[in-house]
C-alpha cells in the first residue's frame, strides 16, 4: 500500500537514493530541514517501510562478476505450490540477483551475475535445470548495460 509522500520526503528518498551514507546533517541541509526534523522523517519512511534498506552499489566487474545473464524460465504447471516450491529453491542459486514473477511467454525472469560463459554454464548445470518443475530456460547474455539506476525515480 502506497503512502502519501509530501515534496519534502520525495527529495528525501531522491537524496538518499543517490547517497545513503549521506550524514543527517548533509541530508537536512540538502532538503532544508532541522537535522531533528530530518532524522524524524528519515525513521518515519524507515518505519513505513519506504526505505527498505541501505546498500552498497558494487560494480560487478571490479569483483569477478562481469557477465550478466537474463534467463526466461517457464515451469510445468501453475499451481502454486510449485511457484512456491520454485521460489524458495531460486533464492538458493549463486549468482542470481532478481527473480521475477512474469505475465506472458515465460514464468520468471531470474537475472544471474558471473564471471563468464563457463561459470553460467556451471550454474545452469547444477542450479537452473534442477530447479522444481522447470521445463525451459533461454538465457540471454547482456552484452553491456546501457543504464542501471541505483534508485527509484521519485516523482
Known sequence: MAINLDETDRSILST???DGRISNVALAEEVHLSPSACLRRVRRLEEAGVIERYAA???PAKIGKATS???????SSQREDLFDEFEAAVKEVPGVMSCHLMAGDADYVVQIL????ADYEQIHRT???RLP???RLRSSFALRTVTSKPA???D
Open 69 to 75: 545473464v537474463f534467463v526466461d524460465i517457464s515451469l
Open 152 to 154: 527509484y525515480e521519485i
Open 133 to 135: 518443475g522447470v521445463t
Open 16 to 18: 538518499l537514493g543517490v
Open 57 to 59: 552499489v558494487i560494480d
Open 114 to 117: 558471473c564471471a563468464d560463459v
Open 127 to 129: 542450479y537452473l535445470s
